[in-house]
């Protein structure tokens, strides 16, 4: 049986070595005494921190998401229209609703026409509508 060592010494039975200096706590009597650090308004004012940060990111992610169903909604609109022409990227075309409550798109200008006039659309480059203020 080896031999047992008192207990104030800090011995390491696993790598038969004195490794008190080594240890993150204080290992003897005469050492500063450890005091516990006042989290709690730490936590408070971090947490509120980070509340809002994380508030502010998902109302940006909300307005972006609602962006896109804005123009989701405009181009599902335009692309159900009847029309019987292809559209040309970056011209100015406009959507009327017909007698029959049918929307159509138009080269026709709401001043040469006299359909109920919904808006004025540019197709973009990446195929997409995108409203034009009249």
Not at 10 to 32: H, I, M, R, W
Not at 99 to 117: Q, R, T, Y
């Amino acid at each position: 049986m080896p031999e047992k060592k008192p207990d104030q010494v800090v011995f390491n039975e696993e790598t038969q070595t004195y490794d008190a200096s080594l240890k993150p706590y204080p290992t003897n009597l005469g050492a500063p005494a450890i005091a516990l650090v006042e989290t709690v308004a730490w936590k408070r004012l971090n947490a509120k921190r980070a509340n809002e940060h994380l508030k502010s990111s998902f109302e940006e992610i909300k307005y972006k998401y609602e962006k896109l169903v804005e123009k989701m909604e405009l181009n599902e609109l335009v692309y159900n229209a009847k029309f019987s022409f292809e559209p040309i990227v970056g011209n100015i075309y406009h959507l009327y609703r017909n007698k029959s409550e049918i929307p159509f798109l138009s080269i026709l200008s709401p001043e040469e026409c006299h359909f109920d006039h919904l808006g004025s659309f540019r197709l973009t480059s990446e195929k997409l509508w995108e409203a034009i203020e009249d």
